[in-house]
C-alpha cells in the first residue's frame, strides 16, 4: 500500500488540526498491539482506509473517513490495565472513542458511527451502515491483525 504524494497532502491537511492537538498526542502513550502505539494504529488505520476508498474508486467521503479512521480508537487509556469502568475493552471503547471525539473535536454525527461501529462484528449490534464505516471497519481489522501477529 503505497499512497501517492498529492495524497499524502491531503491526509495532512485534513489531520493537522487532529494530530497537532495534545490530547490525540496523548495516543502514544498506550501501547495497541504488539509494540504499536494506538497513535501508530489509528495512521495505519488512517493511510490503510484512504488508499482502500482511492484505489477501489468506493468514492466515500474524505474528511469523514479519515477523520473517523484516526480517531477510531481515541479512547484514551491503557487497556491493558484498564476499561476505565466502561465494561470489557473491546466491547466498550468504541463508544468511549466516539465520545471523547464528540467533547473534544464536535465531529459529525456520520463521523462518530465510523468510530462507534468499527468493532463489528464483536459489537453486533452496532453495524456499519455507511461506506466509510465499513471501510475504516475492514482496515482496522486488515491492520490489527498484522500489528497482532507481525510487531511482537
Known sequence: MKLKPEEINRLE????????DERTQKMKQFIQHGKITTYEHAESVTKLSYW???????HADEHVLTVGAFLHDYYLYDWHETDEGNGLHG?????TARRNAVAHFGICKKTQSVIETH????TFTKVP????????CLA???VSTR???LCR
Do not use: Q
Open 52 to 58: 482502500i476508498n482511492k484505489r477501489l474508486h468506493l
Open 13 to 20: 491537511t485534513i489531520l493537522e488540526p487532529f494530530r497537532n
Open 140 to 142: 482496522d481489522k486488515w
Open 119 to 122: 468493532m463489528w462484528p464483536l
Open 147 to 149: 500489528e497482532t501477529l
Open 129 to 136: 451502515k455507511s461506506r466509510e464505516a465499513w471501510i475504516v
Open 91 to 95: 466491547f466498550s471503547h468504541s463508544r
